[in-house]
């Protein structure tokens, strides 16, 4: 099982630039689930996942949408569940269709969810730090997808952070070292990734339900309600 990675980022352009390079990794299918509180950087996140996916339009929250979809390299959906009352709604949306779709999917608040995800992710914990610009940004590889790119994750995650916080690497030893490059269309380790949402692989760790925001002292944040209008500039 892959060990998480852990980063502490200082500022927005900080967690843009480390997601920008992640996206280096990503591939057609591919789902990236960010948890964290309000504020946490989600948003902010996404909007450098979408830079190093060579999208140009400006990501904001897609308050009002639910989903909103760029156009880049690899197309990118960009979910924020917050207001879903019931996982059941999720469904509505098209999660499976859109997965099916070739494009990275990322879900703001993906843990509210996921009884409806497969099992196969990219979980992105967004967390505060100490002090207000800072942000813990832990990555855990759900499910095999992601697994099999731990050490490119780990290297990428080196590279950007340039041993800033020493990030906790513990490099798995199971994928193609040439797995680094930008998303080669096919999915080269992994075959059975898109081949239906809920019941392949049931991959033998579970630490999605480890209690995502136990840590840190995130809970002075922001008051739990948010006005959706207000939130869209980031
Ligand atoms: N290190 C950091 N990483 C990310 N954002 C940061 C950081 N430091 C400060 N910020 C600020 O925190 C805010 C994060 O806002 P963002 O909209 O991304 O949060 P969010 O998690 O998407 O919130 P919501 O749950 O409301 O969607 C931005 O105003 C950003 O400038
Ligand atoms: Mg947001």
Request: glycine share 14%; charged share 25%.
């Amino acid at each position: 099982m892959t060990g998480p990675l852990v980063v502490t980022t200082t500022g927005a352009e900080a967690t843009r630039d480390l997601a920008a390079a992640l996206a280096e990794l990503a591939r057609p299918g591919d789902l990236v689930v960010l948890v964290g509180d309000l504020g946490a950087g989600k948003t902010v996140f996404t909007q450098g996942l979408g830079r190093g996916l060579g999208i140009d339009e400006q990501i904001t929250s897609p308050t009002f949408a639910l989903v909103q979809s760029y156009v880049g390299r690899l197309d990118l959906h960009h979910l924020d569940v917050y207001r879903l009352d019931q996982v059941n709604e999720a469904l509505d949306l098209g999660l499976a269709e859109m997965l099916d779709d070739d494009a990275v999917m990322v879900i703001e608040w993906g843990d509210t969810i996921a009884p409806v995800l497969p099992h196969d992710y990219l979980e992105v914990r967004l967390s505060y730090g100490d002090d207000g610009d800072e942000r813990r940004v832990e990555l855990v590889a759900v499910g095999h997808r992601w697994s099999a790119r731990g050490r490119a994750l780990a290297t990428v995650v080196d590279r950007v952070m340039g041993g800033d916080d020493g990030p906790a690497s513990e490099g798995p030893a199971d994928e193609g070292p040439a797995d680094e490059g930008p998303a080669s269309e096919g999915p080269a380790s992994e075959g059975p990734a898109d081949e239906g949402p809920s019941s392949e692989g049931p991959a033998s760790e579970g630490p999605a339900d480890e209690g995502p925001a136990d840590e840190g002292p995130a809970g002075a944040g922001p008051a739990p309600d948010r006005s959706p209008a207000d939130g869209g500039g980031t």
